[in-house]
């Protein structure tokens, strides 16, 4: 595709449901990042893929947060027994080179979770 | 304190009026900085990318960064109501696998 996408756009959930969020990078990305956007706030790093491998998890909240790529371009963020403070936008990034060294971020749209 | 701070307004201009939006960071390693730009229920998308100290421009934007202040602005000239977004500052650093750190964005109003 053209761009990063990221399904679904929007998904409630009831508190105590487990979730997961889908994210198409870039054909040929290596590096993929999720960050997490409360309302009125600005991105925060959760966490960081150099191909298949997590190089970084240093932002997850909590260990109800699980992210994958297994075969080095999709992955998958996985939110167990979610509660109210995981409300939020869910966005998903790539870049062409190792490490996002002097190459842009490229977002998606993210995924808008509200958990109630 | 975060590591990244930036004003979130909003701020209301009149279409054709210059902008100024800053940040300031606390973190002296950073040395990549960035400016991304927010329309609503959409992802951030790249305005402006610099290195070192001093000015970079691109059409009506001019980003500047002086690091001996550890201070960052963005201008933009001739504002038109379709700049009206978030505008988010955003830092990295070698040590952090260059991982952005944003602000949490300023917002902007261009009325006609």
């Known amino acids: 595709g053209a761009g990063v996408s990221q399904s679904p756009r929007y998904k409630v959930a009831k508190r105590g449901q487990d979730v997961a969020l889908r994210c198409d990078p870039i054909?040929?990305?290596?590096?993929l990042f999720w960050y997490q956007q409360a309302l009125g706030q600005g991105p925060e790093f959760l966490t960081y893929?150099?191909?298949?491998?997590?190089?970084?998890k240093s932002g997850l909240p909590s260990d109800r947060f699980f992210a994958e790529r297994p075969e080095g371009s999709v992955s998958t963020l996985k939110i167990q027994r979610t509660q109210q403070e995981d409300s939020a936008v869910y966005l998903c990034?790539?870049?062409?080179?190792?490490?996002?060294?002097?190459?842009?971020?490229?977002f998606g749209n993210g995924t808008r979770l509200t958990v109630t | 304190q975060k590591e990244v701070e930036q004003d979130p307004g909003p701020l209301s201009v009149p279409e054709g009026a210059i902008v100024s939006l800053n940040c300031t960071y606390s973190?002296?390693?950073?040395?990549?900085f960035m400016w991304y730009r927010q329309y609503s229920r959409k992802g951030p998308e790249l305005l402006m990318y610099?290195?070192?100290?001093g000015n970079k421009e691109d059409g009506r934007f001019t980003a500047q960064v002086d690091k001996s202040s550890k201070y960052i602005s963005l201008f933009i000239r001739d504002s038109q109501p379709s700049d009206s977004a978030t505008y988010l500052c955003?830092?990295?650093?070698?040590?952090?696998?260059?991982?952005?750190?944003f602000g949490r964005g300023t917002s902007l109003i261009v009325h006609p």
């Open positions: 990034a790539s870049s062409l080179d190792f490490q996002g060294q002097n190459s842009p971020l490229h």
């Open positions: 054909s040929g990305h290596v590096s």
């Open positions: 893929f150099q191909n298949e491998a997590q190089l970084d």
């Open positions: 973190n002296s390693a950073f040395q990549y």
């Open positions: 610099t290195y070192s100290s």
């Open positions: 955003a830092m990295s650093f070698p040590g952090g696998s260059y991982i952005p750190t």
